[in-house]
């Protein structure tokens, strides 16, 4: 294979100049960029709006009465398709023409934003949830891959610092959103907020956005993209249901586990010795590229899985309503706003793996920081903690961004992208599944000897989760039992915490020795 190609795409700008041209960027390029940031807030922001809305989901009579693994399905499926159909979203939007892929993704997206919404069971959603990963697949590659087209050189890392930036924007506006959404409707509300900022997408891509350029007929992969899947699949619901049986003996979670990663090892192996492969295992040679995708993914890891079960905190223990809960998580926003810009000026003095690396581990203190919090901690000590996560986040994620793409080949920028995105995606995925089935499993050990006393049906339903707890104890009118349950969780989520940060933490290390090993490469 020939090395990596590090000059941008030289197809015209939107505004007819070439990317190149000494100009700044024109109105009608910033415009461009509103779209393509428009767009990625909505499939970022379908990451983070559900997580406020996962204990209405649970309730039987407001929601779906979902237990906590389809919970973790709810969230998980949407992330998992997301991941490895950006594979495949990748050749085809260089295949196809990125604005095509943008349109088409968009469409499937909205559509099954409706399907999500009107759901009638938890198996339902979780289903429309995992359609509307496949619209978000098509989507993601051909935002990065479109920015290469409209900018130039001296200009594409602060628009990419822009794109990288609503990321973690949605990470607060989610939630916020949410809990706005479900104070004053039911909960498919919050699936049905994408349609408008569909309609808006799919205007200003027709209108600002550049046609078809050279298109690169890539072959389609179909073998690695099943092998993907189903070795990632049987992972996830390992872990999951792990977690969940509280049994990781069990021989069919064993079974899962073992297949998923030798599916997994056989699509490495496919995919070295496929000519165009859609996920082109080959860049990992380059140690910069390696250490910033895989940086990525580990703290990633760390902010999906606090995500989840920051809401149950919140409005289980401290009994906060969505609203409210959405508002708690806003200063992890202004950490981000205060991270992103800091970034640029910063590499260019220290370079990225100094800088990365100190802003993966302040993420990763942020992480961890959750063992002081208990069911009577205020929220000024909780805020910190969401700022340090912001600041690591915003710092992080656009610097590690540029340092995949420059080591990209000019015609590969969409499935290139979907490297980075996958990557993500696959680290939420982990995260979620990880920490998720951690807190099912430490809070069912901790509040099984609290229910000696409590009637045989009703605790088996009590040890499922804090929620069903707390849901038993009203009906037995046991209000200590709430208590317990509060307790049990925060000791859970403690874990929880700490498995996350020293995750994230590793993110750090990894980009600072791969940077510091790899100043010849890439």
């Known amino acids: 294979m020939a090395a990596p190609n590090t000059a941008p795409n030289s197809a015209p700008s939107p505004s007819g100049t070439s990317p190149d041209s000494a100009g700044p960027p024109t109105g009608r390029q910033w415009l461009a960029l509103c779209v393509l940031v428009l767009a990625q807030l909505a499939v970022w922001l379908d990451n983070t709006v559900l997580n406020v809305a996962l204990k209405t989901l649970a309730d039987p009579r407001d929601g779906l009465g979902a237990s906590p693994n389809q919970l973790q399905w709810s969230i998980s499926s949407y992330t998992l398709v997301f991941a490895v159909l950006l594979f495949t979203g990748g050749v085809l939007a260089d295949r196809y023409g990125h604005r095509n892929l943008l349109l088409t993704g968009m469409l499937v997206f909205g559509a099954a934003s409706g399907w999500a919404a009107y759901a009638g069971s938890a198996t339902e959603l979780i289903v429309a949830r995992g359609a509307m990963g496949v619209g978000s697949a098509l989507i993601m590659p051909a935002t990065l891959a479109l920015i290469a087209r409209v900018f130039d050189r001296r200009h594409r890392a602060t628009a990419i610092a822009i794109w990288s930036g609503s990321s973690g924007l949605a990470i607060a506006a989610g939630p916020m959103l949410g809990g706005a959404l479900l104070d004053h409707f039911w909960w498919g509300s919050v699936f049905l907020i994408n349609v408008p900022i569909v309609v808006l997408c799919l205007v200003g891509s027709l209108v600002y956005l550049p046609g078809a350029a050279t298109r690169v007929r890539q072959k389609f992969d179909p073998l690695g993209v099943a092998l993907s899947t189903a070795g990632l699949f049987a992972i996830v619901w390992g872990i ?43 860049l990992f040679r380059n140690a910069r590229f390696t250490g910033a995708s895989v940086a990525v993914m580990l703290v990633f890891f760390g902010l999906n899985g606090s995500m989840y079960y920051t809401s149950f905190y919140l409005q289980g223990v401290h009994g906060q309503s969505p609203l409210t809960c959405g ?62 996560q912001g600041l690591g986040m915003g710092a992080a994620v656009a610097p590690t961004t540029e340092a995949i793409m420059a080591v990209l080949p000019a015609d590969r920028t969409g499935a290139g992208s979907a490297v980075n995105n ?35 049906r009703y605790a088996d339903t009590a040890r499922e989760s804090a929620e069903s707890t707390r849901l038993v104890a009203d009906r037995l009118g046991l209000p200590k039992l709430s208590g317990f349950a509060d307790a049990s969780f925060v000791h859970a989520m403690h874990t929880a915490a700490v498995v996350g940060g020293m995750v994230a933490a590793l993110g750090g290390v990894v980009i600072w020795s791969a940077f510091r090993r790899g100043r010849g490469q890439g």
């Open 327 to 388: 508002l708690t998580l806003a200063p992890v926003a202004a950490g981000v706003l205060l991270g992103a810009p800091l970034s640029a000026p910063l590499v260019k003095r220290w370079g990225v793996g100094p800088v990365v690396a100190t802003a993966m581990l302040t993420a990763a203190v942020g992480f961890g920081s959750y063992v002081f919090l208990d069911q009577h901690s205020g929220l000024g000590l909780f805020w910190v903690f969401l700022v340090l």
């Open 422 to 456: 996958s990557m993500r995606q696959i680290g939420g995925v982990l995260g979620v599944a990880v920490l998720g089935s951690v807190l099912t499993s430490v809070y069912r050990d901790r509040i099984t000897p609290r229910l000696d006393t409590v009637p045989t």
């Open 240 to 282: 999951i249901e792990g977690g969940h049986r509280n049994d990781w003996s069990d021989p069919a979670i064993l079974g899962s586990l073992a297949g998923g990663l030798v599916l997994v090892g056989l699509f490495v192996f496919v995919e070295l010795r496929v000519d165009n492969p859609s996920f082109d295992v080959r």
